[in-house]
């Protein structure tokens, strides 16, 4: 039964490069978040995703970040042209289908992005 | 989201019970408590969540205020590898994203 799984786990970047960060949810779950960490703070909420939509952004930078989650495959977050500010730990979580118990969100052991 | 208030940091000897409170005095009907921790930098790791009543699971329990304005997690036998920043966050659930504050950092002493 594995959890969620995000790769790479970490990841060097020079400035101005992209960087694409994988987030395979649980079995059987169809929904999946991104957060972000930067170093010494907490984690902040950026995306939220179904299969093929996305459901809120509202803590998505207004550019450079895209995410998505097709129907085959894995959720893929996106920096084009990256900053040093964007290095960080972003996590991915997963959760399963809407219920009236309080959907539990799981979290994947993260990718740490380093931008030089 | 209603919005969580919890100390800055707690110790605890192992072996003990460690009770973590968490104040949301502006929690909503349709709002659950949940509880995560974070070990060092590791994925944040789900404990408990609840509406109303109680919950109990094999790693803690939640208790809930009667008026739903706190709670309190308890970790009944605290170990080492309990050392943690524990976050207390309210939510609609209903795939609603998690709003995190800056938690309890829990120090478990030998």
């Known amino acids: 039964n594995a959890g969620v799984m995000q790769n790479p786990r970490h990841l060097v970047r020079r400035r101005g490069q992209e960087a694409r960060l994988r987030c395979s949810p649980m079995?059987?779950?169809?929904?999946v978040y991104w957060y972000r960490q930067l170093p010494e703070e907490g984690l902040k909420f950026m995306v939220y995703l179904q299969k093929e939509n996305i459901i809120d952004e509202s803590g998505m930078p207004k550019e450079r970040f895209s995410a998505e989650f097709p129907k085959e495959g894995p959720s893929i977050l996106r920096i084009q042209q990256v900053v040093r500010g964007d290095s960080a730990a972003y996590f991915c979580a997963s959760s399963p289908k809407r219920s009236l118990a309080g959907e539990t969100q799981y979290f994947g052991p993260g990718t740490r992005l380093l931008v030089l | 989201d209603a919005k969580t208030t919890q100390p800055p940091s707690m110790d605890c000897a192992e072996g003990r019970a460690a009770n973590l409170p968490c104040n949301h005095s502006t929690i909503s009907g349709n709002e659950y408590v949940y509880w995560y921790r974070q070990i060092h930098s590791q994925g944040p790791q789900y404990i408990i969540h609840g509406l109303k009543n109680n919950e109990t699971n094999e790693m803690a329990s939640l208790i809930i205020t009667e008026d739903r304005k706190s709670s309190t997690l308890i970790l009944p036998h605290a170990t080492l590898r309990d050392t943690a920043v524990y976050y207390c966050i309210v939510s609609a659930g209903a795939n609603s994203k998690l709003t995190f504050g800056k938690g309890i950092t829990l120090s478990v002493r030998p």
């Open positions: 079995k059987g779950h169809s929904h």
